[in-house]
């Protein structure tokens, strides 16, 4: 999803609703510092496995329904999907009670985050920002891509599509908002791709901060539920 280079995995870096997936388990894992910010984080870890586990079912048969909408290559099936996302879950549950003391799970929302300025090198959100353009209007798709960038270096927002695979109606708008603040966005396109046509990224970053510190990345009516299954970042 973010086409995360080795470099970017030195961290410190910031997941932006990552719900109960497996991104900040694995990762410090490998010794990269990631901090995830829910507002689901507030629940305990029953009480995120049983909502987990209630919705998996219903998940699936929309997914079977609008199984034309996706492309099935990095799950080959709705049964492969749904079995990656409890596993994704069960990987994240067991690190959730510790990550959550040490503070690496964190309950907050955008569009305000309780961190300083800068204190992340990369920020990642995916599937929240754009893919629910529906719910979240454009005065909060700046404010949220503003906070992100106040606490980050940079910031990579996949995919750009909102429910029912059309472009993000925020998309263009939110990236002029920007850019008339001094604010510098580029579209990356990545390997993955699950949405059909949803293989790119936004790259959020402060102009200067992308010439002077960091050379930016490296190279380069579905159901929302079913995407946080994923885990292939
Ligand atoms: C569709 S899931 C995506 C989970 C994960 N990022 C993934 O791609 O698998 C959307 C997540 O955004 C979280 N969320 C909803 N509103 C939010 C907000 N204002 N700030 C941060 N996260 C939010 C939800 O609780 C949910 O876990």
């Given at each position: 999803m973010f086409d995360l280079s080795p470099q970017d995995l030195r961290g410190p870096i910031l997941g932006c609703?990552?719900?109960?997936?497996s991104f900040n388990s694995e990762a410090t894992r490998r010794g990269t510092e990631v901090v995830s910010v829910d507002p689901m984080y507030r629940f305990s870890a029953e009480e995120l496995r049983s909502r987990v586990t209630e919705t998996a079912p219903v998940i699936a048969a929309e997914l079977r329904k609008n199984a034309d909408e996706f492309v099935w290559n990095h799950f080959e099936s709705v049964d492969a999907l749904v079995a990656a996302r409890l596993e994704a879950m069960e990987t994240f549950l067991a690190d959730y009670p510790h990550g959550r003391r040490v503070g690496r799970y964190v309950d907050a929302a955008l569009p305000e985050l309780p961190f300083p300025d800068r204190r992340f090198r990369l920020a990642l959100c995916s599937h929240l920002l754009f893919l629910y353009s529906e719910q979240l209007d454009f005065g909060f798709h700046v404010a949220a891509l503003k906070e992100l960038c106040r606490v980050a270096d940079e910031v990579r927002v996949f995919p750009l599509l909102e429910l029912g695979s059309r472009r993000s109606r925020h998309l263009d708008s939110a990236t002029d908002a920007l850019r008339s603040d001094g604010i510098d966005t580029r579209i990356v396109r990545v390997k993955y791709e699950f949405q059909k046509g949803g293989n790119e990224m936004l790259v959020v970053s402060k102009e200067a901060d992308r010439a002077g510190r960091h050379a930016g990345p490296a190279s380069g009516r579905q159901v929302a539920g079913a995407l946080c299954a994923s885990t292939g970042r």
């Open positions: 609703g990552d719900g109960p997936a």
